[in-house]
């Protein structure tokens, strides 16, 4: 057995991001009601706040391609361990990550996410399917809620206040996000994640994120870290160190992990 096999359950959580685009089964994906037009109308307001508080157009065009290298540290019942996620994306749906040991920087495992599906493979290995996940899920924490605040834009996205400054985005088929914003700033400060059936406060299998350190990098503003929990377990600190916006990716990026 391999040095880092205790690890699988967490290992597959953070090669993935932080949860399921198609959660476990039995989660609820059936349509949601409406929101309240007045709802959709003052959620919308504090997402275009938002966008512009993080960067405006300009900031969010660095989104478009872009190299991302973060520290990830992640905990189970045999203690914790650091990783390196070291990440290529394309919008609005490729990206190829290597995890290595933050320590010996061994490379531990290569994924690759297309419209195509959710591929992995160990040094040596053979490419095996992994379990689908929405992009936004897979990106470093800080930039994926930065995506998901383009995503509420789109026309079959659904949105509520649920209150304080706060937004809910529901979009076909995937869990429901919840974005908590400093009320002056208008910067992101929390996340949530749940399927819509377990959408209470009180549900202990929702993805709660804390989101810290918002960075300038260059004309976007990203939160540079974010601990994740479920049920008052922690799962994972992430720390954002490299943000490289890129004007072209290398032909064959995302065409394999052959």
């Not at 400060?189 to 549900?203: F, G, L, M």
Request: hydrophobic content about 40%.
């Amino acid at each position: 057995m391999r040095r880092w096999a205790a690890w699988t359950g967490v290992f597959v959580l953070c090669v993935a991001g932080c949860g399921p685009k198609v959660a476990e089964e039995g989660a609820d994906f059936s349509p949601a009601p409406a929101p309240d037009k007045g709802q959709q109308t003052q959620a919308l307001a504090q997402v275009l706040r938002a966008i512009e508080a993080h960067g405006g157009q300009t900031g969010f065009g660095q989104l478009q391609r872009c190299r991302l290298k973060s520290e990830i540290t992640v905990f189970g019942d045999g203690g914790s361990r650091k990783l390196i996620w070291e990440d290529v994306f394309e919008a609005p749906d490729a990206l190829r990550r290597r995890v290595l040991d933050a320590e010996s920087s061994e490379l531990l495992r290569e994924s690759l996410l297309t419209p195509a599906g959710h591929l992995g493979r160990e040094p040596g290995g053979e490419v095996t399917e992994l379990p689908p996940v929405s992009v936004e899920s897979m990106l470093p924490t800080g930039v994926g809620m930065l995506r998901m605040l383009r995503r509420a834009q789109q026309p079959e996205a659904q949105l509520a206040a649920p209150g304080g400054s706060a937004v809910s985005i529901l979009l076909p088929d995937e869990p429901e996000y919840t974005l908590s914003f400093d009320p002056q700033s208008h910067l992101l400060s929390r996340a949530r994640q749940s399927d819509r059936a377990n959408a209470a406060a009180t549900n202990s299998s929702a993805l709660e994120i804390e989101l810290g350190e918002v960075r300038d990098w260059g004309s976007l503003k990203i939160p540079g870290k974010a601990t994740a929990s479920r049920g008052g377990k922690k799962l994972f600190e992430l720390n954002l160190l490299e943000f490289e916006p890129l004007e072209r990716i290398e032909s064959g990026t995302f065409r394999g992990l052959e």
